[in-house]
């Protein structure tokens, strides 16, 4: 989705960089001095956005334009050629702004705070996907079309909302989705995988097994940041936006990202070397 993409691409690019961890800290020789541009692992992401990401996300527009824009846009006349383009670019020039971020953090010794970055994107989009701007960001996501989405009432029961959530899962829109998630996240998992690994081997670490690497990042997505999502926006239900966000915050940051919390464990899990350890190099 147009709302949704600006953060999912921001957290692949930081979630790629956590991954090359290892890598990144270890840069020794003509590889110093190089350059950003000079990373394969950079390069690496800059290829799966521009190569897979950005065209799903394109494919999706063309065909779904009401579902893609979370049913702002009514068929392709109403959307500006800009929107367009800037919106193919986005999700490029994101991926690459969540990996040069995280790539400057792992280069410092703070390895965790890139680690972070990863689920402040996801994050984001899952909180744009469950509440939005007007707290039906969840509406809007299952409904294949306007039609569909204007329909809902304000405030589905369980059951209701069940039901419709039910009859969206074999929608047309559904159906591209689960065939697009077949090449792109085994993709991206894949490489997750190798990177940790060899550079867990290049640097001599702990190995980490492949379905625990697995385990951690699927559960750092859908548990963590998605229920920190959630919580997030049952809190501005509940006390509205000028309260309901410092509340979620304060929150988030005593139960999810402190040292000795949820995010913490979940990073000590993928045995990636500990904050405080500077790289050789910080990457300009």
Do not use: K
Request: with cysteine; proline share 5%.
């Amino acid at each position: 989705m147009v709302q949704v993409d600006v953060f999912w691409s921001y957290g692949i690019g930081a979630s790629f960089a956590t991954a090359a961890t290892h890598q990144l800290r270890s840069r020794t020789g003509p590889a110093r001095h190089a350059g950003p541009w000079s990373d394969p692992y950079l390069m690496a992401t800059v290829l799966y956005c521009a190569v897979l990401f950005a065209p799903s996300g394109a494919w999706l527009l063309w065909g779904f334009p009401d579902w893609e824009t979370m049913q702002t846009a009514d068929g392709h006349g109403s959307l500006p050629a800009w929107l367009v383009a800037l919106f193919a670019a986005t999700n490029v020039s994101q991926g690459v702004l969540g990996y040069w971020v995280a790539a400057r953090l792992i280069a410092s010794g703070r390895a965790y705070a890139a680690f972070l970055q990863a689920g402040v994107g996801y994050t984001g989009m899952f909180f744009i996907l469950v509440h939005g701007w007007d707290g039906r960001g969840y509406q809007r996501f299952f409904s294949a079309d306007r039609e569909t989405f204007a329909t809902w009432p304000t405030q589905p029961g369980p059951g209701e909302a069940l039901s419709r959530m039910g009859d969206w899962l074999t929608s047309p829109v559904a159906l591209t989705l689960y065939g697009m998630g077949i090449v792109l996240v085994p993709v991206m998992l894949a490489l997750m995988v190798h990177w940790l690994r060899s550079g867990q081997r290049q640097a001599a670490a702990t190995m980490t097994g492949r379905l625990r690497i697995l385990g951690t990042v699927l559960g750092a997505v859908f548990g963590l940041a998605l229920g920190t999502a959630v919580g997030a926006s049952v809190l501005v239900h509940l006390l509205g936006w000028w309260l309901g966000v410092p509340v979620a915050v304060a929150l988030a940051a005593l139960l999810v990202v402190r040292r000795g919390a949820a995010a913490d464990r979940l990073f000590t899990l993928l045995a990636l070397p500990p904050s405080g350890t500077a790289g050789l190099e910080p990457v300009r």
